[in-house]
C-alpha cells in the first residue's frame, strides 16, 4: 500500500517528515503503513538531515500556584511542598505547554528532586521522592513524543538513591544514573545505565570517589560526573570529576574538569560544537565557564540578569543557553536566553512566558524531535 496515493513513498516520506511534532500521534492514527513509518528510525534521521528537528526544552517546573518553601530536602513539609510539572518549552516557536504527568503521578504532581533527561524521542523522568510520603522512588517513566504518550519503565535496581548524577549517553537509547546516597545517607560509588530501547538495567564499574549531589553532563563525547560529596564530608563539594570510558567499562579522574572548592554542580551545563566542549555554570551573580584549554579552571564569563540569579537553572541546546532564576526569595522565575558559542561576548534576551510558567525549575534537557 502506498504511503500516501499516486506519489512515489520516497516523496510521501518527504511530505511526512514535514508534519509538526505535535501532528505525529494523530498522524499514527491514519494507517499502518504511516505508524510504522513515523515510528521507524529512519523517519527521525531524515527530518535531522533535511534541518526539519525542532529541538525541545523539557523542565521538571512547580506550579507558582502552590508555595514553594525554602527548597530543602530536610524541611519538607505537605504544607510548602510544590507541585511538579513537565513543562516544554520550543525556542522556535517561543510557545510554553505542559504535559500531561505520568499516570502514576497524576494526583500530587512529579516526584520531588527527581531527574528529567532526554534520549533521542523520549523524555525520561527518572527517581525522586514521593511528593505524598517523602519516600525515595526507584521509579522510571518514559514520555514519547512521537507516541504522546507515557509507559513505564523498568524501576533502578539496588537501594532506592537519592540526589544522583544523571545523563543521556549520546547513543539516543542510553541513560546513566551515579553516585547519590541511599536511605541511611550513605554517599554512593555504584553507577547503573539503563536501555531505553529494551527496558533494561546494567551495573556498571564503581566510580572511584562516593559522590552525593553529582551532575551528570555528556560533554566531548563521553558522561562526565562532576562534583559531589563523600558520607563524612556532608555538604562539602569536591573540587573533582570522573569520565566513563564505554570501550574499557572504567571510569578515570578527570583532570581536566575542575569543579570550585565547596561549590555545588547542579547548574553545571556542557555546550558541544561552536561552544568547544565548554562547562558552563551559575555561580552567584554571573555565569562561569570552564574549557578543557583553560586547564578546567572556572572563571568569570558574564553576568546574570538581574531576575535570574536566585534558584538558578542552566539547560542548552543547539550551542545555546537559557538561565532560570529568580530575583530573591518568593518571586517569579524569569528565562533568558544567550548564544553559548560567542566567544567570551554572552547578551542574554529575555523570554516571553504565561505567569503559569514562573515556578522554580529541578531539572532539565533537551530533545531533538
Known amino acids: 500500500m502506498d504511503l500516501i496515493p499516486g506519489l512515489p513513498d520516497d516523496v510521501a516520506r518527504q511530505c511526512l517528515i514535514r508534519l509538526d511534532y505535535n501532528q505525529l500521534s494523530r498522524a499514527l492514527l491514519v494507517c499502518n503503513s504511516w505508524k510504522r513509518a513515523i515510528q521507524s528510525d529512519q523517519f527521525l534521521r531524515q527530518r535531522t538531515s533535511a534541518g526539519l528537528a525542532r529541538?525541545?526544552?523539557?523542565?521538571?517546573?512547580?506550579?507558582?500556584?502552590?508555595p514553594v518553601g525554602c527548597g530543602s530536602a530536610s524541611k519538607a513539609s505537605a504544607a510548602a511542598t510544590p507541585t511538579y510539572g513537565l513543562t516544554v518549552f520550543d525556542p522556535d516557536?517561543?510557545?510554553?505547554?505542559?504535559?500531561p504527568p505520568p499516570p502514576e503521578w497524576s494526583g500530587n504532581g512529579l516526584p520531588l528532586f527527581c531527574e528529567c533527561v532526554g534520549v533521542g524521542r523520549r523524555v525520561?523522568?527518572?527517581?525522586?521522592?514521593?511528593?505524598?510520603?517523602?519516600?525515595?522512588?526507584?521509579?522510571?517513566?518514559?514520555y514519547d513524543f512521537v507516541t504522546a504518550a507515557w509507559t513505564r519503565g523498568e524501576d533502578m535496581p539496588g537501594p532506592a538513591r537519592s540526589f544522583f548524577g544523571c545523563a543521556a549517553a549520546g547513543d539516543g537509547r542510553t541513560v546513566v544514573v551515579a553516585g547519590g546516597h541511599d536511605e541511611e545517607k550513605n554517599a554512593l560509588?555504584?553507577?547503573?545505565?539503563?536501555?531505553?530501547?529494551?527496558?533494561?538495567?546494567?551495573q556498571l564499574a564503581d566510580m572511584a570517589v562516593p559522590r552525593d549531589e553529582c551532575k551528570g553532563v555528556f560533554r566531548d563525547g563521553a558522561l562526565c560526573v562532576i562534583g559531589g560529596y563523600r558520607t563524612e564530608s556532608q555538604g562539602r563539594f569536591e573540587r573533582s570529576a570522573e569520565v566513563y570510558d564505554a570501550a574499557t567499562a572504567t571510569w578515570r579522574l578527570a583532570e581536566e574538569v575542575l569543579e570550585e572548592e565547596g561549590a555545588c554542580p547542579r547548574t553545571c551545563a556542557a555546550v558541544e560544537g561552536g561552544g568547544g566542549g565548554r562547562l558552563f555554570r551559575c555561580r552567584g551573580d554571573h555565569l562561569a565557564a570552564a574549557a578543557a584549554e583553560d586547564g578546567g579552571e572556572w572563571r568569570a564569563a558574564a553576568e546574570l540578569p538581574g531576575d535570574a540569579r536566585v534558584g538558578s537553572y542552566l539547560v542548552?541546546?543547539?550551542?545555546?543557553?537559557?538561565?532560570?532564576?529568580?530575583?530573591g526569595h518568593g518571586q517569579p522565575y524569569s528565562c533568558h536566553v544567550a548564544d553559548a558559542g560567542s566567544g567570551d561576548k554572552y547578551t542574554w534576551r529575555e523570554v516571553e512566558k504565561p505567569v503559569e510558567f514562573s515556578g522554580h525549575v529541578y531539572?532539565?534537557?533537551t530533545i531533538e524531535i
Open 55 to 66: 529541538a525541545l526544552l523539557v523542565l521538571s517546573q512547580a506550579d507558582p500556584a502552590k
Open 93 to 99: 516557536s517561543g510557545e510554553w505547554s505542559r504535559l
Open 124 to 142: 525520561l523522568v527518572v527517581g525522586g521522592w514521593d511528593p505524598a510520603t517523602f519516600q525515595p522512588s526507584r521509579s522510571v517513566h518514559v
Open 189 to 202: 560509588r555504584s553507577a547503573l545505565s539503563y536501555d531505553v530501547e529494551s527496558d533494561a538495567w546494567t
Open 316 to 327: 542548552t541546546w543547539r550551542n545555546r543557553m537559557m538561565v532560570i532564576g529568580s530575583g
Open 363 to 365: 531539572s532539565g534537557c
